[in-house]
Each structure stands twice: as C-alpha cells, then as structure tokens.
C-alpha cells in the first residue's frame, strides 16, 4: 500500500452546453481502499465517473496516476492504466453468449490470431463460480433476467484484471445473497490493492462497505469524511440539503371494501398499497407479469369484479390495470423518443379524437403529467436520455397514470435512484392510495417494503410464505420468510 493516489482528480470541472455538471471538483483514489461516490441523479457523478474511465474529457483540472498527469482521451487510455468501470445501466450484447460479453474487445487469442474460444468459456465459467453463479458460458445474455445480466457485468470487469474499479449501483438488481458474493469479491480485490469506486444509492449498504465517502452536490464536493465517523442522516443531509422525510401511513383502504383485484392468494383493495418482498428468484415479477398478462396465469384474475385473465394486456389495460416494469431502459423507455412521446404512449387511442392524434393534444397531456409528478425536464419535447434516472421513472410511471388505472403494479419502482427521487415516489405511491389507487409493488428492500406498504406479502419459492401488516412485521420474520422458513 502506498500513501499516493493510484488516481486522482484535482480541481476538475466540466461544462456542457448550457450545464457546468462538475466545479473544481478534488477526488483521490487510493489502492487498497473503497471510495463511496454518492450523490443525487444529476449531482455529477456520472460525469466524474465518465471523465476517470476516458468517456469524457475535463474542461479544467487534472488528472493523475500515482502522481504523475495522464490524459484520458478514450476508454482505450483508461484500459491501459487499468481503469474498469461496472456501469448501472448494463453494457452488454443480448444476442451474444456470457463468454463472449465477457470478452468483446478484449478476446483471447491463440497463436496471436485465432479466438481462443474454449479458453474463454474455461475463464468465464471460473469467473461466475467466484460470484457463485455458474451460468452456461454459452447462455445467450438476452435469455437471462435483470439479476443474472448484473452479475455478468461483474464478471466482464473482474477479467480485465483492473488496478481501479469503479461500481456504479453494482446491486441494484441483486438479492440479498448475491449482494454478499459481491462483498466478498470487493474486499478480496481490495486486500489485493485495487482500488474500488463505489456508487450506490443504498445508504447502509455504503456505511457497510466503504472505507470513505465523498459527497456530491450540484457538481461541488459537498462532504468528505471516513465511513466510520458518519450515518445514514449525515449522508441524505449533504445530498439534499435537508433531512429524510417519515412516510405517515394515512391509507383509504378498508377491510370492508371488496377486492379491487383478486389472483389466487392476492387481493388489493381501493387505496391499498401492497408491498411484495422475497429474494431474486422467488417469483416477484413473474407474479407481476402473469397479472399484467405477459405471462400465462394459473388462476383466474378479477379486475372491479370483471374476470380479465382471458385478455391480452392490452385488453387489460383498458381495464384499469397498468405496470412499471422493473428494468426502464429495456421494457419502460423507447430512447428514440422524446419525453412527452414516451408518457403518452399507452393512451394514444384515448387521446386521439375521431382517429386523429393532435401533436397538441398529446404535449398538453404529457405536459400536464411533466407538471404533475415534478419531472425536471424543460418540457415534453426534450430527449428523454437527457433526464436523470429518477426523472426517467418518473416518466414510465407517468405513461401508466395517463391510462387511468385501478390498480398499478410497480416492480422495483425505485431500482437505481437517489434518495431524494426515492422519497419524491414515496410521496406519490401514498398520493394515489390516499385518491383510490390500488398499488402492488415489488421490492428486495426490507427497509422499503416495511416504510411504505400498509400490508406485506413475502414470496418464496414462486409462492407467498405470508401475509403481514406493516406494523407487524419484523426483519427477522420477512427474511425468515424470504428464505422458506416460517413468518
């Protein structure tokens, strides 16, 4: 170990048109150790990020390997000083295999010229055993869930033998379990002196892991401290400039109100938000896929009375049913079109007058859902990759509110956003119970499903281990649950 930053950042800014996204911002690296990088969606840490792993250039400042000023004018540069980055929105190819994904660029070779291909799926298959994964090496990536994709991101990072490795939200889609794969696999690297970024939006998961943490706050370092000497509230205070807010339960659901929706075991009433916890593969989204009708459903299912479980989802939506789905950049946004397009898109037909869609029309009422849920963006016409992540949620939750929905299913509704963005659809899951909307969301966070559900369902095994209030339950109960053993 060393006292000198392996990499480090001296008064670097960057300005885009119209933006100054980092000011003179000071970030030191050093081997060994992990660095917690957090901040708001838009408080600069993806350019940061993106200007240490040669993505981006600095418009001022300085960088430094060991001492010494390096440029980084493209990953290639990055790569060679052995800087890897494990990026949250995943940068894999669907119609490639695991071993390939792993490899692209970066191929084994034989005799200097032919792919060693035998040789790559030997190292990816020890590599997904370190994460305690053994998936195929020759799984096309596309056929593997959100979770599994994650680890194969982990696992493209781990074979370039990085002496930096920056994590951005590297468990947002992982259970509990495999968080603590990573864990081990972090603090291996670190005992071997690389050097580990960490950014995630889960304050204890930090607190836990990091051995310091730099504060961003509109492109300003605003806090710097050893993880030791601080809490979760010193955190959220530096990042929003206030306190995190308690979510008072004030629900309109009634045990007296009939179901609203009614699957087998489940069944949500008019202002009851229903929290679905379990671990990865325990059956949570598909639940959620059979109600929304992307999967078939071995129970009938009853929407306000009506039996909807023979319509397609189409159909079902214009019942009153509506779904966020838990991975926005594949299944919740087209990124070719601009905000106002993407929130509108489910009620073209309802908005359209005689079989005419006015380009009026449609601004106006994704306008109105811009205004409504407080998405920060100039107006429906911007591009709808310029929003941050939790803007960007907001969205796909907007595009489900325009259908006029009963009852809304939402599948890890705050997967890889900041804690002011999560508090901001706290807030809005407790409006729309408060008007009458049923809510079933599903999440792998105790601390969230017991904050803001009024009643808990725990899935284990593709079926529900049980059914508590809020109020009743325990982390030691839910995880119990979680894991097959009784409630």
Same mark, same amino acid.
Request: glycine share 10%.
């Given at each position: 170990?060393?006292?000198?930053?392996?990499?480090?950042?001296?008064?670097?800014?960057?300005?885009?048109?119209?933006?100054?996204? %980092?000011?003179?911002?000071?970030?030191?690296?050093?081997?060994?150790?992990? !660095?917690?990088?957090?901040?708001?969606?838009?408080?600069?840490?993806?350019?940061?990020?993106?200007? #240490?792993?040669?993505?981006?250039?600095?418009?001022?400042?300085?960088?430094?390997?060991?001492? &010494?000023? @390096?440029? #980084?004018?493209?990953?290639?540069?990055?790569?060679?000083?052995?800087?890897?980055?494990? *990026?949250?929105?995943?940068?894999?190819?669907?119609?490639?295999?695991?071993?390939?994904?792993?490899? $692209?660029? *970066?191929?084994?070779?034989?005799?200097?010229?032919?792919?060693?291909?035998?040789?790559?799926?030997? $190292?990816?298959?020890?590599?997904?055993?370190?994460?305690? *994964?053994?998936?195929?090496?020759?799984?096309?990536?596309?056929?593997?869930?959100?979770?599994? &994709?994650?680890?194969?991101?982990?696992?493209?990072?781990?074979?370039?033998?990085?002496?930096? %490795?920056?994590?951005?939200?590297?468990?947002?889609?992982?259970?509990?379990?495999?968080?603590?794969?990573?864990?081990?696999?972090?603090?291996?690297?670190?005992?071997?002196?690389?050097?580990? $970024?960490?950014?995630? !939006?889960?304050?204890?998961?930090?607190?836990?892991?990091?051995?310091?943490?730099?504060?961003?706050?509109?492109?300003?370092?605003?806090?710097?401290?050893?993880?030791?000497?601080?809490?979760?509230?010193?955190?959220?205070?530096?990042?929003?400039?206030? /306190?995190?807010?308690? *979510?008072?339960?004030?629900?309109? /659901?009634?045990?007296?109100?009939?179901?609203?929706?009614?699957?087998?075991?489940?069944?949500?009433?008019?202002?009851?938000?229903?929290?679905?916890?379990? #671990?990865?593969?325990?059956?949570?989204?598909?639940?959620?896929?059979? %109600? @929304?009708?992307?999967?078939?459903?071995?129970?009938? $299912?009853?929407?306000? =009375?009506?039996?909807?479980?023979?319509?397609?989802?189409?159909?079902?939506?214009?019942?009153?049913?509506?779904?966020?789905?838990?991975?926005?950049?594949?299944?919740?946004?087209?990124?070719?079109?601009?905000?106002?397009?993407?929130?509108?898109?489910?009620? +073209?037909?309802?908005?359209?007058?005689?079989?005419?869609?006015?380009?009026?029309?449609?601004?106006?009422?994704?306008?109105?859902?811009?205004?409504?849920? =407080?998405?920060? /963006?100039?107006?429906?016409?911007?591009?709808?990759?310029? #929003?941050?992540?939790?803007?960007?949620?907001?969205?796909?939750?907007?595009?489900? +509110?325009?259908?006029?929905?009963?009852?809304?299913?939402?599948?890890?509704?705050?997967?890889?956003?900041?804690?002011?963005?999560?508090?901001?659809?706290?807030?809005?899951?407790?409006?729309?119970?408060?008007?009458?909307?049923?809510?079933?969301?599903?999440?792998?966070?105790?601390?969230?499903?017991?904050?803001?559900?009024?009643?808990?369902?725990?899935?284990?095994?593709?079926?529900?281990?049980?059914?508590?209030?809020?109020?009743?339950?325990?982390?030691?109960? +839910?995880?119990?649950?979680?894991? =097959?053993?009784?409630?």
């Amino acid at each position: 170990m060393t006292d000198l930053p392996i990499l480090e950042a001296r008064g670097v800014g960057k300005t885009f048109p119209g933006t100054q996204a %980092l000011d003179s911002v000071d970030f030191a690296i050093y081997p060994g150790k992990v !660095h917690a990088l957090v901040g708001e969606n838009g408080a600069g840490k993806s350019t940061l990020v993106k200007i #240490l792993a040669g993505i981006e250039t600095p418009t001022t400042g300085t960088l430094l390997e060991s001492g &010494r000023p @390096i440029r #980084l004018e493209s990953t290639r540069d990055a790569d060679r000083f052995g800087i890897g980055v494990i *990026h949250q929105e995943l940068n894999l190819l669907p119609d490639l295999s695991v071993a390939e994904n792993i490899f $692209v660029g *970066h191929e084994l070779r034989r005799y200097g010229v032919l792919v060693d291909r035998a040789g790559q799926r030997r $190292v990816t298959r020890g590599l997904m055993a370190r994460l305690d *994964h053994p998936i195929p090496p020759d799984t096309l990536v596309g056929s593997l869930p959100l979770g599994r &994709r994650q680890l194969v991101e982990i696992a493209k990072a781990l074979a370039r033998r990085v002496r930096v %490795l920056m994590m951005d939200e590297p468990t947002s889609a992982l259970s509990a379990a495999e968080v603590e794969v990573l864990f081990r696999v972090v603090r291996e690297l670190t005992a071997a002196g690389v050097a580990v $970024v960490y950014i995630s !939006h889960r304050m204890q998961e930090l607190l836990r892991l990091a051995d310091d943490v730099t504060v961003l706050r509109d492109g300003r370092v605003v806090g710097r401290a050893a993880a030791g000497e601080i809490d979760a509230g010193w955190i959220v205070a530096r990042m929003t400039g206030r /306190a995190a807010e308690a *979510h008072p339960r004030e629900t309109a /659901a009634s045990s007296d109100k009939p179901p609203v929706l009614r699957a087998g075991e489940i069944e949500l009433r008019a202002g009851e938000i229903v929290g679905l916890y379990g #671990l990865m593969g325990a059956g949570r989204t598909e639940l959620l896929e059979s %109600l @929304i009708g992307l999967r078939s459903s071995q129970d009938p $299912v009853w929407l306000d =009375g009506a039996r909807i479980d023979r319509l397609d989802t189409a159909g079902r939506i214009r019942r009153g049913l509506a779904m966020v789905s838990e991975d926005r950049q594949r299944s919740g946004l087209v990124p070719t079109l601009p905000l106002g397009a993407n929130i509108t898109l489910a009620a +073209l037909r309802r908005l359209a007058r005689a079989g005419y869609l006015s380009a009026r029309t449609e601004d106006r009422a994704a306008a109105a859902q811009i205004a409504d849920l =407080g998405i920060r /963006a100039a107006g429906p016409r911007v591009p709808i990759t310029a #929003l941050s992540g939790g803007n960007q949620q907001k969205a796909v939750i907007a595009r489900c +509110l325009l259908t006029s929905p009963k009852v809304l299913l939402m599948d890890q509704p705050t997967r890889g956003i900041d804690v002011g963005a999560k508090e901001e659809i706290y807030r809005l899951m407790r409006r729309l119970a408060t008007q009458g909307m049923a809510i079933l969301f599903a999440t792998s966070e105790i601390a969230e499903v017991r904050d803001v559900a009024d009643r808990i369902l725990v899935m284990a095994r593709g079926r529900i281990a049980a059914a508590v209030t809020a109020a009743q339950a325990t982390d030691e109960a +839910l995880v119990a649950a979680a894991g =097959g053993g009784a409630a």
